[in-house]
């Protein structure tokens, strides 16, 4: 299979607004189990010979396109599922599945907002730098419950070894891909915030129907890493380029 990447005639407008609330949970993986789930030409980007994925929880706020005012933007809870991936000239977040309790996100979808959006429940409780997060996709396709405060020491168990490294390494992947409605096609969007700043997560719970599906990722090959918090971050998405994926001809 040979990946071509290619600017579309139309592109989707840039969309802005701000991250109220971006919560990552991270789980470190067995690469081999990972490229099972990942479609040419991505690959695992690797930390110290584990891959890297996750939850993306995220609440954005005053969401529209640049060439309207945030007050015409609206509030939205989301979640993206995310690999980190690297591809020959790049490296992002592959997302396999992204779900909103918005109905104007999962219209847009595909439209103004890459990637097909799925309808999903959320409950969320926040006082004072405790966070208790659940998602429930309508679809019965995910669930994800995190409880989680805000401290000072990153985990110490966790593959990066320190907070500055894993804010690097999730910095460099603010390109994501997004299954296209064409079968083998991949939209790409940037994500661009005003100010990058990350704070380590104390996690006292966590569950995820994909992380433990044990048909997806046998016992072991999908540990719970860290978890890490964004909050009233100014931002924008921009489309970049579509990925397609063709046969090569054999001659």
Same mark, same amino acid.
């Given at each position: 299979?040979?990946?071509?990447?290619?600017?579309?005639?139309?592109?989707?407008?840039?969309?802005?607004?701000?991250?109220?609330?971006?919560?990552? &949970?991270?789980? #470190?993986?067995?690469? @081999?189990?990972?490229? =099972?789930?990942?479609?040419?030409?991505? *690959?695992? $980007?690797?930390?110290?010979?584990?891959?890297?994925?996750?939850?993306?929880?995220?609440?954005?706020?005053?969401?529209?396109?640049?060439?309207?005012?945030?007050?015409?933007?609206?509030?939205?809870?989301?979640?993206?599922?995310?690999?980190?991936?690297?591809?020959?000239?790049?490296?992002?977040?592959?997302?396999?599945?992204?779900?909103?309790?918005?109905?104007?996100?999962?219209?847009?979808?595909?439209?103004?907002?890459?990637?097909?959006?799925?309808?999903?429940?959320?409950?969320?409780?926040? &006082?004072?730098? #405790?966070?208790?997060? @659940?998602?429930?996709? =309508?679809?019965?396709?995910?669930?994800? *419950?995190? $409880?989680?405060?805000?401290?000072?020491?990153?985990?110490?168990?966790?593959?990066?070894?320190?907070?500055?490294?894993?804010?690097?390494?999730?910095?460099?992947?603010?390109?994501?891909?997004?299954?296209?409605?064409?079968?083998?096609?991949?939209?790409?969007?940037?994500?661009?915030?005003?100010?990058?700043?990350?704070?380590?997560?104390?996690?006292?719970?966590?569950?995820?129907?994909?992380?433990?599906?044990?048909?997806?990722?046998?016992?072991?090959?999908?540990?719970?890493?860290?978890?890490?918090?964004?909050?009233?971050?100014?931002? @924008?998405?921009?489309? =970049?380029?579509?990925?397609?994926?063709?046969?090569?001809?054999?001659?």
């Amino acid at each position: 299979m040979k990946p071509s990447i290619y600017q579309p005639r139309f592109h989707f407008p840039a969309v802005r607004g701000v991250i109220e609330r971006r919560l990552l &949970v991270n789980f #470190r993986c067995n690469p @081999e189990v990972l490229e =099972r789930l990942l479609p040419p030409p991505f *690959r695992p $980007k690797l930390v110290n010979g584990w891959g890297m994925a996750g939850i993306c929880l995220v609440r954005l706020s005053g969401t529209a396109p640049t060439f309207l005012p945030m007050v015409c933007g609206h509030t939205s809870e989301n979640a993206a599922h995310r690999i980190a991936v690297e591809w020959d000239g790049g490296e992002g977040v592959f997302i396999p599945r992204r779900d909103a309790n918005a109905l104007v996100n999962r219209l847009a979808g595909g439209r103004i907002f890459l990637g097909i959006q799925q309808a999903a429940d959320f409950n969320v409780a926040e &006082v004072e730098g #405790r966070f208790e997060v @659940e998602m429930r996709a =309508r679809d019965g396709g995910a669930f994800v *419950r995190v $409880k989680t405060h805000v401290t000072d020491v990153f985990p110490e168990s966790s593959i990066f070894g320190s907070l500055a490294k894993a804010s690097e390494f999730f910095k460099s992947g603010s390109l994501g891909w997004s299954a296209h409605a064409e079968a083998g096609e991949y939209e790409g969007m940037e994500l661009r915030c005003r100010q990058w700043r990350m704070e380590p997560m104390a996690v006292e719970a966590v569950e995820s129907s994909f992380f433990g599906n044990e048909e997806l990722f046998p016992k072991g090959s999908a540990v719970f890493d860290s978890a890490l918090l964004m909050r009233n971050i100014a931002h @924008e998405w921009h489309a =970049r380029v579509r990925l397609k994926v063709q046969e090569e001809v054999l001659v």
